[in-house]
């Protein structure tokens, strides 16, 4: 048997694994990270226009703080997250960015004086503090208050995948590349591990640890229209499904960016409209004003999508060879702005469309673009019916997105999530509970299964095609699972969706090499792919109401009184054919920012029955601690700070909130 | 200094559409894995569609015609660089690569130096990571622990763009494929290496002096290996100023050796 040991296990090397790798492997654990391609190529570097904290360095940013960036994100939500996970994020966002700043990212600074930048289609002049230069500069994004993002001018993710994979790197932290987990080992209560498949030999390796975590991103490959990258296709969470305990919450939550370029569907960045650009429709007419008053192109991306899709249908779309589109206007920002801080939309343009953003309006339309749903945890990252495994970033759901993330809030939380999950998953490793008491007939078991499963590809008599399904799938989910949903298209996307898993468990291959070998990868992957379809598919069916970026024509309406609540996945039997699908209340009496208008999108929704006693409560409470500081006010509202690890604990210091005492060095 | 392959006309995507051209993509096959394998080129015929790259033609050829085919895309975008191989000769981005770009002729072959993993896949995060542990490409930072509660470390913003400018190389394997001297002396740390150098050099957060920097690429595997042929600077898919750079570096490490 090929068994590694080790006592941490990370599926998947973009920012959020390495930095659970780095955290712990500071804590004196071992650690090993697992990825499908080399480090340093992970999704995490097609993160374009920044990440969110509150730093608050630029003037359009001053005032800014992790009330702010709290209240933003929880409306971003549509009042989904778990505001006290939400909390911990806004608090360690600030403690992420300086820390990458020590790593080594070039973060773009702040410069003394006047600039020039546009503002709702006009040119302003804002002027930059004096105390402020040189320090990490944000610009604006949608759906905030202030301008909070920040940036390395559009290639953010890039270069922070770099300073991370660089800091895992000089932390001696082996990354096995080109390897896939395919099964999780597991005894139903504690999750030991991972069966692992060499991609380059096909050899299957079983790794045993103390701790696996789950960092593998999106599933954005579910879609046929997707910025995602090739490798997002949702097996880290399908594994975790598979094992029958572990749940997956909100799977249905899956947002659409805005501006993908058309008809490739890369992303362009959320900067584009956040330094300025605008949308326009077929008569170059500036349209987001017609429909959200407020704030126009920079709503949330679920609003602006969604209007961006009925604008066209309302007759307003370009039309082209491929379809049709709306356009992105960058040329009033002027060849300087985009030169320096949207090259690589300019390098996008000039190699997958042939224009010149400078000169030129960029034809967009929305594509899938994140999975805000992943497997279910607590706020220390863990599972909480699957002892001993882990989550962090984008595959997870601790859940601090809801219904729909704010541009911005990913990056920002892949990095965040990997920092405080790494120091749970330390605590976990030392202590008891961190024992691993497994059996090598257990090991050999779950080995046995994995190769018989592969096995039966080559000696099998099926012959369904992998690559058909899956396309099938893709097609499937884009028509009836998108942005607009309705009740008959998604219970037939179900049921295709049914027949589509019956049938992928007859798949022949043509080529049947047991070493790398992409048609046998195609088809055990679309097997665990269907799953977590399915996953999104019923769970959008099932959740009769309107939230965030989940929109039902037929249930156009926000319902707390109903569906306040979390959608949980389970897969229980391999022979089904859905998730059982269980619901988790959120306790309205429990929250900071009761539930409300976001500020834009949708005015009308049904309230929860909770929402005006705890309405009156929180303006009590506010009312009693008027004078106090808003620390002591916070507290009183939502305690949280208790829940992070000592070592990200304290105060975040800014120029306009300095420090009294020397901070607390938390070494 | 462009690189032809990669310099795209002006053409709207509502320009008019043509009849489809039929491509013949010939690709250099052979797997090591494989005891039956032998290197030899294998020709494929496609018909071209609108928009076409290399990444949806290689897939296409995958799903329709030869499933054992093997090549790496990640991001499809050109930001990740797993996709870099040799295209009509020259080292490039499969992923964006148009088609019309190009003649109906096609060749592609993996890149060269790198560890030949099948067909148009290669090795490329194995060399990487060898160089970046050699070359120690990371911030060495004045204290392990920074204070995380307080103002970040202020930094000129002109200082920080010029880093950026660096810092933006995908390690795309490009330059080293590229690169003259890499086929002569196989421990060459290629443009890929000498432009961390410049980086981490240019970076005040990098306590790291030159004379370290000599001890890293102070030599022939280093930054005097190099014989300024300089294919890595007109290959590069980022257009880094590698040129630049490595006459820099040089002028500041054989400044330090004629001292020492």
Redesign the interface.
Known sequence: MNIVYTDVLVVGGGLAGLRVGIGVRRRGHDVVILSLVPLKRSHSAAAQGGMQASLGNVAKGAGDNEDVHFEDTVRGSDWGADQQVVRMFVDTAPKAVRELAAWGVPWSRVRKGDREVIINGQKVTITERDEAHGLVAQRDFGGTKKWRTCYVSDGTGHAMLFAMSDQAIAHSIPVHERTEALALIHDGGRCYGAIVRDLVTGVLIAYVAKATVIASGGAGRLYRVTTNAVICEGIGAAIALETGVAALGNMEAVQFHPTAIFPAGILVTEGCRGDGGLLLDVDGHRFMPDYEPEKKELASRDVVARRMEQHIHSGKGVQSRFGQHLWLDITLLGAAHVNTNLREVKEICQYFLGIDPVRDRIPVRPAQHYTMGGVRTDHTGQSRTLEGLFAAGEASCWDMHGFNRLGGNSVAETVVAGMIVGEFVADYCDGVEGHVGISTGMIHDFLSREQARLDAFFTGKGTEDAVALRVRMQEIMTAKVGIFRAGDDLASAVAELQELLARSRNIGLRYRARGANPELVAAYRVQKMLKVALCVAYGALTRTESRGAHFRHDFPQRNDAQWLKRTLAVWKHESDTLPTLTWEPLDVMKMELPPGWRGYGAKDYVDHPDTAMRAAEVAACRASLAGFDRRTVQQALMPYAHLLPARFQGLNERIDERLAQPAVVTA | MNDAA?T???????AA?AAPRKLVIRILRY?P??PASAPHLQAYEIEEA??M?LFIALNEI??KQD????F???????????CAMIINGRPGLAC?T?TKNLGVHITLAPLPVFEL??DL?V????W??EM??RL????H?KQA?????????????DL??A??EL??C??CGCCVAGCGTVRMRPGFVGAVGLNKIAR?RL?P??VRTDDDYYDLVGNDDGVFGCMSLLGCHDVCPKKLPLATQIAFVRRKMAALGWKG
């Open positions: 990669q795209v006309p002006v053409v709207a995507p509502t559409p797997n894995q494989d609108d928009g790259t995958r799903e499933a054992s085919l093997q790496d895309f990640v991001c499809r975008a050109g930001i990740c660089g797993s964006r148009l993993i099948a896949s090795n490329t995060g194995k990487m990571r970046s542990e120690e490409t990371w911030v930072m622990e920074v204070d995380l509660t307080k103002l970040e470390e202020r930094m000129d913003p920080a763009l880093i950026y810092d933006r995908i390690e981490f970076d957060r990098d």
